[in-house]
């Protein structure tokens, strides 16, 4: 498979992180080459890829990841800089004029903001390859945009974030409930774009997921298992998760994450009230120890979870993943979403629940990384 194909589908895939990272926004899928696919967390960009002249002594994990950032930031695939099947070339001048891009933003944040990363690629570009440089006239509502951290005043008044968790665990069935799950067993259905296909998850206690997404292909399985997490095509070389992707997959995999919250964060932030449809909700914003931030929001009423925004880092800037969550139904005591949509710049998609069950048996073989099948042979060897 092409470099091209490879990064459209990381670029896709990130999306899904727990279920289907395969899927993504619906692009077309291969399984990928053995040459990149196992990124060796200890080497650096230009140690793992060919060519590096900006990006030099980033971890190699975070390489694919910063590409996706600028493909996301520009609205552009990997071809508008990168010649096909030769991505070490120079041969367009995008690629010379994107290194100069970075070069003047590394200097921006560098000599004007103290080293932070004020200014990414997404400042100017805002989804298009040539910045707007004269504003626009208002014609309807704005889009909704997932921006990078919030910078307005916390509320000086109202609920402490301890206050919020706390209506939060008592709103879905309070802590008992949720630490006496040990396993819970869905079944659904995967809705992106014109695209919808039956998925099987399977969780198990502590942090072990594994989704199965049914497609005429063959199955796209993700999987986390507490310690490492995969992805790909049943009978294929699979993707193993670095960096982000396997901490968003932990989060996911969580069943106990409502009363973990407390503990994950080294300090949390009422920041404001936030509308989510027509309800209004309290955005929270959790700082981690070595980790992005985290955003949550809870409905003023019913003090249920209705979004969770995380972030994965790259060189360049902070890639948003925006979970919503929707039909909390009760089970076994326990109120649970029925649905949820996952959004990032690159795609959407949204899984609905048909059947869940909870505290069922799980064997734990199902969360065993299987062998990596061997590589094909090459023609005339």
């Known amino acids: 498979m092409t470099d091209l194909k490879r990064i459209r589908i990381l670029s896709s895939g990130a999306l899904l992180t727990a279920f289907c990272l395969t899927i993504g926004s619906g692009r077309s899928q291969t399984s990928a080459t053995p040459h ?15 060519n590096i002249q900006v990006l030099k002594g980033i971890p190699a994990e975070q390489f694919i990841p910063t590409m996706q950032f600028i493909a996301a930031s520009l609205g552009v695939e990997c071809g508008y800089c990168h010649v096909p099947d030769a991505f070490e070339k120079d041969d ?40 707007v440089a ?17 910078s307005v005043e916390p509320e000086k008044s109202g609920p402490t974030p301890g206050q919020l968790l706390d209506k939060y665990l008592q709103a879905i069935g309070g802590s008992a409930a949720v630490d006496k799950v040990t396993s819970r067993v ?15 998850i399977y969780c198990k206690d502590p942090e072990k997921r594994i989704s199965f997404t049914h497609m005429p292909e063959g199955d796209s399985v993700t999987a986390f298992n507490g310690q490492e997490g995969w992805l790909g095509m049943t009978g294929s070389r699979l993707r193993e998760m670095r960096g982000s992707d396997l901490d968003g997959a932990s989060i996911d995999a969580d069943l106990h994450l409502a009363t973990h ?53 790259t060189a360049l800037g902070l890639m948003p993943t925006q979970i919503d969550y929707a039909d909390y139904r009760d089970a076994d ?36 990384k299987p062998a990596q099948p061997a590589p094909p042979q090459e023609k005339g060897k």
């Not at 990149?36 to 060919?50: G, L, M, N, W």
């Open 186 to 200: 869905m079944k659904a259905t995967i809705d992106f774009g014109h695209n919808s296909f039956p998925i099987d």
């Open 36 to 50: 990149t696919d196992q990124v060796p967390a200890s080497r650096t960009a230009e140690q793992q890829f060919k």
């Open 92 to 131: 367009k001048k995008p690629k010379q004029t994107a290194r100069k891009m970075m070069e003047m933003e590394f200097a921006i944040n560098r000599d004007d903001f103290d080293g932070h990363r004020q200014v990414t690629c997404n400042s100017c570009h805002r989804g298009a390859a040539i910045p």
């Open 134 to 150: 004269i504003p626009a006239v208002m014609t309807g509502d704005a889009p909704v945009v997932l921006s990078a951290l919030p």
């Open 333 to 368: 005591g326990l109120k649970i979403p029925y649905r949820w949509t996952l959004a990032r710049p690159t795609g959407r998609f949204t899984i609905q629940l048909s059947e869940l069950k909870q505290n069922v048996p799980v064997d734990d073989g199902k969360f065993v």
């Open 261 to 313: 919250f407390k503990t994950m964060f080294t300090d949390m932030r009422v920041h404001r009230i936030e509308k989510i449809g027509d309800r209004d909700t309290y955005e929270v914003l959790g700082n981690r120890a070595g980790k992005p931030p985290i955003r949550l929001y809870f409905d003023q009423q019913s003090g249920l979870l209705l979004r969770l925004v995380r972030y994965g880092d």
